[in-house]
């Protein structure tokens, strides 16, 4: 089996499946979930899907590439829990969504 260490922590991870001729790893320490790199698309292929959508917070379809990130966040977060929006870029769709239900989110 392939070693595979977190990106986020260095811990060594853990093997969990295979989906799409794709492994993923799970990390002990820091609980992400992690594709091995060696699936990852190349920068090119990155770079156009990203610029299929528009970073305008009030963009509804922007709005509907994140809605799977903001549907687990309300069943399975409290109002009282605290985000970090890390890497949003210019358009933190995602914290201004959450910030509008009255999440507390930097």
């Known amino acids: 089996m392939i070693k595979h260490y977190c990106s986020l922590c260095n811990y060594e991870t853990s093997y969990i499946l295979t989906f799409r001729n794709k492994e993923y790893f799970k990390c002990p320490n820091c609980k992400s979930?992690?594709?091995?790199?060696?699936?990852?698309?190349?920068?090119?292929?990155?770079?156009?899907?990203?610029?299929?959508?528009?970073?305008?917070?009030?963009?509804?379809?922007?709005?509907?590439?994140?809605?799977?990130?903001?549907?687990?966040?309300?069943?399975?977060?409290?109002i009282t829990d605290r985000g970090l929006d890390f890497g949003a870029g210019h358009g933190p769709v995602i914290a201004k969504i959450l910030k509008d239900k009255n999440f507390d989110v930097k």
């Open 33 to 78: 979930i992690q594709m091995h790199p060696d699936s990852f698309i190349s920068l090119e292929k990155e770079k156009r899907r990203y610029e299929l959508h528009n970073n305008d917070v009030f963009d509804l379809g922007y709005q509907n590439f994140v809605k799977p990130i903001l549907e687990y966040i309300f069943n399975n977060c409290k």
